[in-house]
C-alpha cells in the first residue's frame, strides 16, 4: 500500500469515527419509544394491605431545583442540614439529562427511553402513572410552585393547586398548604446556560437555592414532616447538559424527616427510584409502571427507617417490588424471549426503538383516536394526537355522533397489528382513571394495547 492510499485509508476511518457517533447522537431522540409508535410498560396493580397502613408524614415535599449539579449541591448547607436528618445519595439522573425527560422519570419511576417525553417541547401527556396521581387517588392535595408549566402538560389534572412565578420570586415561601407539595425553582438552570457550572455567577444561584430552602426547612418539624430533595440534572463547566457525562447526569437526592433512615455516609440512587421512595414513604401503592428488574429498588429498604414502619407494612412492600419484577420479566420475556426477561437485554436488543416502528410487535400501550369517524384500526392508533387524552377506562365513552368506548376503539386497532401473546394481567383498565386524569377533550386518550393472540 502506498503512502497515499494510507492516508485516503486512514482518512476515510476518521471521517467514519467521527461521523457514526454524530449521527448516532443527532438521532438519539428520535430512535426513542414515542406517543407515535407506542411504548413497552408494565402496568402491575398495586395495593397496601388494609392492616397494614402506616402513618403518613403531616406535610410532604418534593424540592426539585433545576440544573443542581451533585457537586454543587455538596456545597449547600441547606443539604448538611439535610443529612442531619436524613441521607443523601448520589443520583444517576440517566439520558437524556433534559428536563422533561426526567420530571417523567422522577413523577413515574419509568426511565426516560420508555415515557414518551423525548424533549423539552413535547407537550402530550403520559400514558405512565405517576406519584401524583397515586396521592391524588389517596385522597390527598398536591400542590405545585414552577417557573415551568411543564408538570401539568405531563400530568394534567394531577394538581389540586398550580402556580406559575416569576424568576425572582421566592420559590420555597410561596408553598400554597397540600398535603405533597412540588417546589421547583429554576434559576440554578438558567444561570448554568449562561454562564456554566464553573462560573461564580452559578455559585451565586445556588447560594441563592440554599438560602432560600433553608428558610423552608426552618419551618418544618422533621418528627412529623417529609422532604425528599433532587434535580433533574447538573451542567458542564461551560453550560449546557443532555448527555451523559459525570457532572451533568449526576445529581443529589436527599430524604430527611419522618420515616427515613438516618444515614451519613453519600449512598447512591438511580433517579427511578424517586417516585418509588415517595410512595414507600408516604404509605402510597408504587406508581403502575415504574421500572421493575434491573432496578435499584432495594434502596427503598436502606432509605425507610425499620423503626418508623411496621414489620407487615415493610414486609407488604418487600412483596410488591417482587411483584412488579416478577410482572416486568414474564411480559418482557414473551416480548422478547432471548433478552430472559431483563429489561436491560430488552433496551440493548435495540426492540423497544424499532419494533413498534416496523410494527411486528404490538406496543403495551398508545395514544388512541377513539372515535374519529375515520378510526379504523391502524391508522389513527398511531395518529399523533391533538388534544388532552380522554379517560382510558372502559367505561369512558367519546362524544360525537357515533359515541364508542375507549378500550373497544384501541382493542381494535391494536388487535390490527400482529404481535406476540403477552402476559393479560396488564391489560386491565388504567387504575387512575377514576381519579383523574380528567378528560378534556373526548376524542383521544392512552389505552392498553389488548395484544393478540
Ligand atoms: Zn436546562
Redesign the pocket.
Known amino acids: 500500500m502506498t503512502v497515499r492510499q494510507c492516508l485516503v485509508l486512514l482518512l476515510a476511518c476518521c471521517a467514519l469515527g467521527l461521523g457514526v457517533p454524530l449521527l448516532l447522537g443527532v438521532t438519539y431522540s428520535a430512535r426513542l419509544s414515542s406517543h407515535d409508535t407506542g411504548f413497552f410498560a408494565v402496568q402491575v396493580d398495586d395495593a397496601i394491605a388494609a392492616d397494614a397502613q402506616p402513618r403518613r408524614p403531616r406535610r410532604s415535599v418534593l424540592v426539585v431545583i ?2 443542581l449539579g451533585h457537586e454543587a449541591a455538596k456545597t449547600m448547607g441547606a443539604i448538611a442540614l439535610l443529612r442531619e436528618h436524613g441521607q443523601c445519595r448520589k443520583t444517576a439522573v440517566g439520558v437524556p439529562s ?2 422533561r425527560p426526567v420530571y417523567a422519570t422522577i413523577s413515574t419511576g419509568l426511565e426516560q427511553d420508555r415515557t414518551g417525553a423525548r424533549g423539552n417541547d413535547d407537550e402530550t401527556p403520559l400514558f405512565a402513572q405517576s406519584i401524583w396521581q397515586r396521592a391524588r387517588a389517596a385522597g390527598m392535595s398536591v400542590a405545585v410552585v414552577s417557573e415551568l408549566t411543564w408538570w401539568e402538560e405531563l400530568f394534567p389534572g394531577a394538581f389540586t393547586h398550580y402556580d406559575v412565578l416569576p424568576l425572582d420570586a421566592d420559590y420555597f415561601a410561596a408553598l400554597p398548604p397540600a398535603d405533597l407539595q412540588l417546589v421547583h425553582p429554576l434559576y440554578v ?2 444561570v ?2 449562561e454562564f456554566g457550572a464553573a462560573s461564580p455567577e452559578y455559585a451565586e444561584a445556588v447560594g441563592r437555592a440554599d438560602r432560600e430552602l433553608t428558610g423552608l426547612l426552618r419551618t418544618l418539624d422533621f418528627a412529623q414532616d417529609l422532604v425528599v430533595l433532587t434535580a433533574d ?1 447538573g451542567h458542564s463547566a461551560r453550560g449546557g ?1 443532555g448527555g451523559a457525562q459525570e457532572p451533568i447526569a449526576n445529581v443529589m437526592t436527599c430524604h430527611a424527616g419522618l420515616g427515613v433512615r438516618r444515614d451519613p455516609e453519600y449512598g447512591h440512587l438511580r433517579i427511578t427510584t424517586v417516585a418509588p421512595s415517595l410512595a414507600l414513604l408516604l404509605g402510597l401503592p408504587f406508581p403502575a409502571h415504574m421500572r421493575a428488574g434491573d432496578d435499584d429498588l432495594d434502596a427503598l429498604f436502606a432509605i425507610a427507617d425499620p423503626a418508623a414502619f411496621s414489620p407487615e407494612y415493610l414486609a407488604d412492600r418487600r412483596a410488591a417490588v417482587e411483584r412488579f419484577r416478577r410482572a416486568n420479566e414474564d411480559a418482557v420475556r414473551a416480548w422478547l424471549p432471548d433478552s430472559a426477561g431483563s429489561w436491560d437485554a430488552f433496551t440493548r436488543s435495540g426492540a423497544s426503538a424499532t419494533a413498534a416502528a416496523r410494527g411486528s410487535w404490538s406496543p403495551r400501550w398508545r395514544w388512541c383516536s377513539c372515535c374519529s369517524s375515520s378510526s379504523t384500526a391502524g391508522a389513527s392508533s398511531r395518529a399523533r394526537p391533538a388534544a388532552r387524552p380522554c379517560s382510558a377506562s372502559a367505561s369512558s365513552r367519546c362524544s360525537g355522533p357515533s359515541p364508542t368506548p375507549c378500550r373497544s376503539a384501541c382493542a381494535a386497532a391494536s388487535t390490527s397489528a400482529r404481535s406476540p401473546a403477552a402476559p393479560t394481567s396488564s391489560a386491565s383498565p388504567s387504575p387512575w382513571a377514576s381519579a383523574g386524569p380528567p378528560s378534556r377533550s373526548s376524542s383521544t386518550g392512552w389505552c392498553a394495547a389488548i395484544a393478540a393472540p
Open positions: 433545576d440544573g433534559m428536563s438552570d438558567e448554568g446556560h440534572h447538559h
